[in-house]
Each structure stands twice: as C-alpha cells, then as structure tokens.
C-alpha cells in the first residue's frame, strides 16, 4: 500500500523522523560555525578517521566542557562529509527543541536519512516498518 508515492513502512518512517535533527535543517540555520584556522586539529584528525578505508578505528568521541566548541566542531565536520559525499546520516540533539532533546527520534531519524542516502536500503526498511508499524515506540 502507498501513501504519498512512498510504500506505507517508509510514510511511517518519515513520520517518527525529526528533520529538523538533520545537519542541513532549517531549523538549525544558525549554529556556530567553526571559525577559520581554528580547531584545525581536531577537525583533520576526525576526517583523517572519515577517509581511513582500513576503518582501524569506527567511533570518536568528541568530549570537552559546555561551551568549547563540540557542537561546531560536529557541525563543520557534518559538512565538510557532505561536501565530500561522505555524510549518509546526522542527528544533533538539542535540549528545547522537539524531536530533537531525547533519543525518541534519534532511530527514525538516522534510518530516514539513511533510505535517502542509499535508495537501495528502502525496501528493506519499509518492510520491517511495515511488519512492526509501532517500531518506533
């Protein structure tokens, strides 16, 4: 069955996403930015990690204290990846926002952007929606 010329499992999907998590959202058009030359190191160092095709290593995890630049670092590395063709998925949490202050979302979201990155993962997805339509809850 389809619903807006998508099968019903990947409508469900889009439904329990929350878009505005996504690196590229409207909603997130203001955030800071890294500013030129700064936390070069750390941004090579991520992206040397993105470009290593042995993957000797999957996960990083970015930590510093409030106010230090995580969020912007997170930010300029999602598009430098997206400049390269790199970013299949993003989710940036934020304490007032709906949809985006807990992990309710953080599946549908990642799973959507994912569909959408690689088309040939839809059918697969929107079957397993489409067995357990309360997967997200």
Not at 62 to 89: Q, R, V
Request: overall charge negative; glycine content about 6%.
């Amino acid at each position: 069955m389809m619903t807006d010329d998508l099968p019903v499992g990947l409508t469900i999907l889009r439904a329990n996403a929350a878009p505005g998590a996504f690196h590229n959202s409207a909603e997130r058009c203001d955030q800071p930015k890294c500013h030129p030359h700064t936390h070069v190191a750390v941004i090579n160092e991520i992206m040397t990690l993105a470009s290593d095709e042995e993957k000797k290593a999957f996960f990083m995890w970015l930590y510093g204290p409030a106010g230090s630049g995580k969020t912007a670092i997170a930010d300029s590395i999602a598009e430098l990846c997206h400049d390269e063709g790199k970013l299949a998925a993003s989710f940036f949490f934020s304490r007032g926002a709906d949809g985006r202050k807990d992990a309710t979302h953080f599946i549908s979201s990642i799973a959507c952007q994912l569909v959408m990155a690689i088309p040939e993962m839809q059918e697969w997805v929107s079957a397993a929606v489409d067995r357990d339509p309360m997967i997200f809850s």
